[in-house]
């Protein structure tokens, strides 16, 4: 199975800082993508899909660049409470068993 | 609605013991995959459902892991003779159908070989 990679991290920001994630994937014929979130000893939640024109929702950005294989997410004015494990996900490709990344960890510290 | 849900929510074995470990996953969902996480780890893909058959068990680590599911329902999976190095939390997950593409999970058990 194709690879998924990403920065463990952690990302250790303050409240309120920019931060951003980036993910790649190695099978060209993935088609759908997202960033689910995983807090400490709980399971991992549906945090938003990636499209390909890019898409916002609140604090979030999530962005899809195809001819680089990569998959970005953007979180903006941080609060304590982004504090997780971020994990990246490609799907399809003639498979129907999503692909996880190891996940970014993001600490945001008062 | 409910969610996925999994039992034990935590157990303990000692090595060489067999082991059963349960998941329910939402009612309807025609999809349903398990998951191994180590501790800091990601999550390894061990084998997905298909209502009751299994197209893809590829992830399944060694002949002591078995799965299957029943009723499009229940699904358990068991681990024989267990070895120090299974101990990690089984995830569960379950979807509308496999071109859906959230996954909604359980809580997981927590597999502790002593």
């Known amino acids: 199975r194709k690879e998924v990679e990403q920065d463990p991290g952690p990302f250790n920001v303050p409240e309120g800082a920019t931060v951003a994630f980036n993910c790649t994937y190695s099978?060209?014929?993935?088609?759908?993508f997202f960033w689910y979130r995983q807090d400490c000893r709980k399971e991992p939640k549906l945090l938003m899909s990636?499209?390909?024109s890019g898409n916002e929702d609140g604090r979030f950005t999530a962005q899809l660049n195809r001819a680089s294989q990569y998959i970005s997410l953007l979180i903006r004015d941080s609060k304590l409470s982004d504090s997780a494990t971020y994990l990246c996900?490609?799907?399809?490709?003639?498979?129907?068993?999503?692909?996880f990344g190891r996940g970014t960890s993001l600490i945001v510290h008062p | 609605g409910a969610g996925v849900s999994q039992s034990p929510s935590n157990k303990v074995t000692e090595k060489g013991k067999d082991v059963e470990l349960r998941c329910d996953p939402i009612?309807?969902?025609?999809?349903l995959y398990w998951y191994r996480q180590r501790l800091g780890q990601g999550l390894e893909f061990l084998i997905y459902f298909q209502g009751n058959s299994a197209p893809d068990k590829s992830g399944l680590p060694s002949d002591r892991f078995s799965a299957e599911r029943t009723g499009e329902s229940v699904s358990t999976l068991t681990i024989q003779r267990t070895q120090q190095e299974d101990s990690a939390v089984y995830l569960c997950a379950s979807s509308p159908s496999s071109s859906y593409n959230e996954q909604f999970f359980g809580p997981g058990t927590r597999l502790t070989v002593l």
């Open positions: 990636v499209y390909s």
């Open positions: 996900v490609a799907k399809g490709g003639g498979s129907y068993i999503p692909t």
């Open positions: 099978n060209s014929a993935s088609q759908s």
């Open positions: 009612s309807g969902h025609t999809a």
